[in-house]
């Protein structure tokens, strides 16, 4: 099994959104290196015919009737907003200028 | 009058309602110890005073009207820092949720305050659950009410810590692959992890959503019956929530007895890792079952070895998605935002001034794991040990009516010592892990302290998913048996603070 580089936890840190420094970079990867050694040995069952379980539970969809019923005001939901206007979450530009 | 800290919660309830004290007294005496010895263990992150008092009132007010109160009306809880209470911060220890307020309450709350239980305030934790000693909390770590230099496990220590210094008869955890049950052992206390979907998830605050699962943390396997017996149940919020009567664990706790059980010793759990103090108590709790009446079969379960490697691809690979949600933009943390960057780059400002090593740690094995190149060796292959695992669990049941090991390898090591070392700090979690894969029932009991460091061991208990119940038929055996030979509970042995 391969290691992991200081430039695939960088990759990593940008999929994941977030902003690791220099100092983290060498120490996550040399950490994370010897943890991906150390679970790497679940591939010994790789090839085994062995279906897969996600869930220990047998999951179903669960449905409910669509009707209307209390639920949060947009006060209360707007309450652990880093800000808002006009009853809405305000958020930082999301598209480039033109 | 007798020091109302130092009561059970069966006979916290039994002094309340037959006005022996009033719940406000009961709430009084405790928030009193709480400000006697927290500074010292620093089990709590907020006491919330104010709305303890208040629920102690409304006990009093309904028991002076003459309403029937519940099997645990004005008994005090703490509450894990994971669940949402309305009005009272919620961080699961974390400096991304720090000022948080939520809007509405998680239904394992909600149960708590319908059955008039008074929750005294939130509990330290390693940050989102990811920890075995709550080292990893923002917000400082826990003591061990046996030693304070040590752990009081993770990730719910705060919890633990509680009910071992006597600030709590009562508290609340999660166990995702161990939480409730290695903070339980190596404080000397009693905890469970339910079957899976037993207890809501909803107002939770998610790290592995196919193996989160909250559960009751107690001094006595009674108590721990009727704290669970109040807050399982099907809850029509949670998906994954179990559409079946309660296991009846209460009557089970009432009833201990391990005559003509057959009780498997899992081979595997021991050897190499595992402290001789430790595996000393767990032969000494074999030995006794056998004495009460149990047979004591050797089981065998070979997959239980790709335990833990194949839990630290899954759960964090499920944090990984999980702790996406944490965006800066509608609750929590938001940093950078200076009016110049993009709400992208404000995101991972945040994230990574918010989250603490841990957590970042996982979320990058995570997203590594779930990688294109990598999801069939890591993810795939992991999910295939899950099947095994519970092959091995579905075979063992077929032939034992519970299984029984050590909770922890080890008794509380020294806060600091595992810190800079993650895979030594994975293995507190070695025994306790399978049971979170296959997602059945499972409780960590005192047995006694080691030897040679005078510190808690914990004797796990796995039953089957649904079969709960059994948990506390033999918890209550081993703890009536010890407690005699002892001649006290475990836990006045416990150094005074």
């Keep these: 099994m391969p290691g992991i580089t200081r430039e695939e936890v960088a990759h990593l840190g940008r999929l994941s959104r977030l902003e690791l420094k220099d100092e983290e970079l060498d120490h996550f990867a040399e950490q994370l290196d010897v943890i991906i050694g150390a679970v790497a040995r679940v591939s010994e069952v790789a090839g085994e015919d062995v279906p897969p379980t996600s869930h220990a539970l047998p999951l179903t969809n669960v449905m409910r009737p669509d009707e209307v019923r209390p639920s949060l005001t947009a006060a209360e939901a707007l309450s652990g907003a880093p800000a808002q206007e006009q009853q809405r979450f305000k958020v930082p530009q999301i598209l480039g200028e033109d | 009058m007798t020091d109302l800290t130092r009561l059970t919660a069966a006979e916290t309830a039994d002094v309340v309602a037959t006005g022996k004290a009033s719940a406000v007294e ?30 102690a009132r409304a006990v009093d007010e309904r028991r002076a009207k003459g309403e029937k109160l519940g099997p645990l009306a004005g008994v005090p809880l703490a509450l894990k820092d994971i669940f949402t209470t309305k009005g009272i911060p919620t961080t699961v220890g974390s400096k991304i949720l720090d000022g948080w307020i939520p809007p509405y309450d998680a239904t394992v709350t909600k149960r708590l305050k319908d059955a008039g239980i008074v929750i005294l305030g939130k509990t330290n934790m390693d940050e989102f659950a990811m920890g075995s000693s709550t080292e990893n909390s923002a917000y400082g770590p826990t003591g061990n009410p046996w030693d304070l230099t040590r752990i009081p496990g993770g990730s719910g220590g705060g919890s633990s810590a509680a009910l071992a210094s006597y600030q709590a008869p009562l508290a609340i955890g999660t166990d995702t692959g161990g939480s409730i049950r290695q903070p339980a052992a190596v404080t000397g206390t009693v905890g469970v992890k339910p079957t899976y979907g037993g207890v809501s998830r909803y107002g939770m605050v998610a790290f592995s959503s196919s193996l989160d699962q909250g559960g009751p943390c107690a001094r006595t396997v009674l108590d721990a019956a009727l704290l669970h017996e109040a807050i399982a149940g099907h809850d029509p919020l949670d998906s994954t929530s179990i559409d079946a009567p309660v296991p009846a664990v209460v009557e089970a706790a009432r009833n201990g007895n391990v005559k003509g059980m057959r009780i498997g010793v899992v081979k595997e759990f021991g050897g190499e890792g595992y402290q001789a103090g430790v595996m000393q108590r767990f032969n000494e709790s074999v030995e006794l079952l056998r004495e009460l009446g149990a047979e004591i079969v050797e089981i065998s379960c070979p997959s239980f070895k790709l335990a833990l490697p194949a839990y630290y691809l899954i759960a964090p690979s499920e944090a990984s998605s999980n702790l996406a949600r944490f965006d800066a933009m509608r609750y929590g943390l938001r940093v950078g935002d200076d009016g110049t960057k993009s709400a992208e780059e404000v995101t991972a400002l945040t994230r990574e001034a918010g989250f603490g090593d841990e957590v970042k740690r996982r979320i990058i094995l995570g997203t590594y794991a779930l990688s294109s190149g990598y999801y069939d060796a ?67 009991v005192p047995c006694g302290l080691a030897p040679e460091d005078g510190l808690p061991v914990g004797l796990q208990i796995i039953a089957p998913a649904m079969a709960d119940d059994r948990l506390y038929r033999v918890g209550a055996a081993v703890e009536a048996a010890f407690t005699g030979r002892w001649g006290h509970p475990l836990l006045e042995e416990a150094p005074a603070l």
């Design chain 2, 26 to 55: 009961v709430a009084q005496a405790h928030l009193d110890r709480i400000g006697a010895v927290d500074e010292k263990v620093h089990a709590f992150l907020h006491v919330d005073t104010e709305g303890a008092l208040d629920a």
């Design chain 2, 378 to 444: 890591y993810y795939g292959s992991a999910q295939k040990v899950r099947t095994l695992i519970s092959r091995d669990f579905e075979a063992a049941f077929g032939t034992v009516d519970v299984l029984v090991s050590p909770t922890t390898p080890t008794t509380a090591f020294p806060i600091g010592e595992r810190v800079d070392d993650p895979m030594a700090m994975y293995l507190a979690d070695l025994c306790t892990i399978p049971s979170n894969l296959a997602g059945n029932a499972a409780m960590s």
